[in-house]
């Protein structure tokens, strides 16, 4: 007996092949029930299943069946067969969680080799041989240094001249034997260093003389190159003339920037005022222009600028000038006017009626001349800073001119009180394809030497406060080395990071082999500089790289939510804390403690210390001073 199933729309009878309408065909359920008794066996018995039983059951069955083809929940991407699949989720599968036995870490399986190499509790053995067989790597310093029977030691004095050398044992011998000798290498050492602490005082004088003149010169920089601007308009009355006669009703100044990397800015005036305010108002207007630093900006503008007519009379301490400050409003209507420039320039906004044409006397036309002055407020909208690599067209390729900016903002970022935390981000499509190969081509070996080539590079590994990188797309060469300088990655799931210098003839030169191996072990970071292969964000997140992995849209929104969480902790516990991590790269275990036990020390004497506390103990939250 044969059975068909009837589907939607037109089918043929297989009896006749003639056409069925599917409105005129009914299930024989009877028919059904006998059809789903029919014995049958497993679909999986070549391989060796040994089930029978009815049609009906067959279903359920292939749900259990052991001999039914199933891949790894791990996606480590085999197949194999049900029956194995506890076997190679508890034994083989490189993508398992184990734990090590040495350290207790959980990790994966695959991961191990790596994790063994730099493990802190695997045991290695002393090279002096002596009884203790097997040490655990974090305390292997302190056995040589201290413990280690058979370790050849210098004496205790060998600071001061000694030049004894010998085991534990045969040192105190002569610790005990030469008390009178040390004694006078001491008085030597003491007789030293007094005369070089004489010298250092008297440097340290100069130099606080130095520091007090430099400062002074700050001071009259500030004054000097602070964020204002004056605007001289020669010929006042010829120029009211002709805007009441309509041939010129607006000036616009120059334009000039804020601050270094600051936004550009624009004056403009109306001698005769504009629109209801003409005959009667001088109208003063401020624009924003376009600027070669916006992208590194917070928009909208928001800044205070106070504008005003300067009083020329001769006498400075009579003088009265007619001062108006503007305060932005960020609106979502005001956007055109406070918004990143697309054009050229935005439209004006300011003071239509500044002050009354009557009130413009000569003392502030003198000689047929008017000074209108723009004061700014140097803000910041946050504690954040947002810089962002902008050479599209190159993949933002690392040229020196970028690097050397990059430094700028970093720097600007750094010394700035307000700002605790900078965001360091490319695009959608690519944070950093590496640096830019036309500019290195044919660069001789003594140029790269003299010149110290790429030396001004880590300049974000220099940066005192937390930095974090946002990454999507590709972070490959000297990107994934910008990357790694910063302290924190969060990457987009479609990230890539490489080092792919070797297949360019040439290895990493800004800190990939260093960076790469205290990131991810020796192993891995063999493998990703000497074959050039990238991995993806989710292999850079479990290899330790990478932080935590986002859904590209929303990764740099994510490092400025945890940039700002960050920064509204106290600044100087988190530069600290900062400094403490990193010279872990640079110091032994002990000498490492040492440092953070000291850092720990320094905060007590701060306030931000006493109120984290005494805010806690209050229930209530810390307002921190940076103090």
């Known amino acids: 007996m044969q059975y068909f199933l009837v589907c939607r729309g037109t089918c043929k009878c297989p009896a006749d092949n003639k056409d069925l309408n599917k409105e005129e065909v009914s299930m024989d359920k009877s028919l059904s029930i006998k059809i789903g008794k029919v014995p049958v066996r497993c679909t999986m018995a070549e391989p060796g299943c040994p089930w029978t039983g009815l049609l009906v059951e067959l279903a359920t069955h292939e749900d259990s069946c052991d001999f039914v083809t199933v891949v790894c929940p791990n996606n480590c991407g085999l197949e194999f067969e049900r029956r194995y699949l506890g076997r190679h989720v508890e034994r083989d599968c490189v993508k398992r969680k184990i734990q090590c036995e040495f350290c207790g870490r959980e990790l994966l399986a695959e991961a191990q080799p790596g994790h063994i190499e730099v493990c802190p509790k695997f045991p290695v053995p002393c090279p002096n041989k002596c009884k203790k067989k097997e040490i655990p790597r ?32 045969v040192i105190q011998e002569h610790l005990d034997d030469t008390i009178e ?85 624009a004056l403009s005036i109306c001698p005769n005022g504009d629109g209801k305010a003409q005959r009667k108002y001088l109208s003063v207007f401020v624009c924003i222009c376009k600027g070669d630093h916006d992208n590194l900006l917070s928009w909208p503008f928001s800044s205070e600028v106070t504008l005003s007519i300067l009083d020329q009379n001769l006498d400075p301490s009579l003088r009265e000038h007619i001062n108006f400050v503007i305060k932005p409003n960020p609106s979502v209507e005001n956007k055109i006017f406070l918004g990143r420039p697309k054009s050229e320039r935005n439209p004006c906004f300011g003071a239509s009626k500044f002050c009354e044409l009557s009130a413009l006397t000569e003392n502030y036309t003198s000689e047929d001349t008017l000074f209108i002055k723009a004061s700014l407020e140097k803000k910041f909208d946050g504690k954040v800073g947002l810089i962002q690599l902008n050479r599209p067209k190159a993949l933002n390729a690392l040229c020196s001119q970028l690097m050397y900016e990059m430094g700028g903002a970093i720097e600007e970022c750094d010394s700035d009180n307000n700002m605790k935390a900078i965001v360091i981000t490319g695009n959608d499509k690519v944070f950093a394809a590496g640096a830019d190969i036309k500019e290195m081509t044919g660069k001789p070996y003594h140029e790269c030497y003299l010149t110290n080539f790429l030396a001004h590079w880590d300049s974000v590994a220099r940066a005192k406060k937390p930095t974090i990188a946002a990454v999507n797309g590709f972070a490959l060469g000297g990107g994934c080395e910008l990357a790694m300088m910063c302290d924190i990655i969060y990457a987009g799931e479609r990230a890539k990071f490489g080092q792919p210098e070797i297949k360019l003839g040439t290895i990493p030169g800004a800190g990939g082999t260093q960076r790469l191996i205290r990131a991810i072990g020796k192993s891995k970071a063999m493998e990703m500089c000497l074959t050039g292969d990238m991995i993806t964000a989710k292999e850079a997140e479990a290899a330790g790289l990478v932080a935590k992995v986002y859904p590209p849209e929303q990764v740099v929104d994510k490092a400025l939510e945890l940039a700002n969480k960050i920064a509204s902790f106290s600044g100087l516990a988190s530069q600290a804390c900062k400094e403490a991590v990193n010279s872990a790269y640079n110091m032994s275990l002990n000498e490492g403690l040492h440092f953070e036990k000291r850092l720990f020390h320094a905060t007590f004497a701060t306030n931000d210390c006493k109120e984290g506390m005494t805010a806690f103990s209050a229930k209530r939250p810390a307002n921190f001073t940076d103090t």
Not at 182 to 196: K, P
């Open 138 to 169: 974090d305390m292997f310093e302190e056995h040589i240094q201290n413990k280690c029977s058979k370790q050849a030691n210098t004496c205790p004095f060998g600071h001061h001249g000694c030049e004894f050398v010998g085991k534990k044992k």
């Open 181 to 265: 000798p040390h004694l006078g290498m001491l008085n030597s050492s003491a007789l030293e260093l007094f005369d070089v602490v004489e010298v250092h005082s008297k440097t340290l004088m100069e130099c606080h003389s130095k520091i007090l003149e430099l400062q002074h010169k700050v001071e009259d920089l500030h004054k000097l190159l602070g964020p204002s601007f004056v605007w001289r308009i020669d010929g006042w009355t010829e120029r009211v003339n002709l805007a009441k006669s309509g041939k010129k009703g607006t000036l616009f100044s120059a334009p000039f920037y804020t601050h270094r990397y600051g936004y550009r800015l």
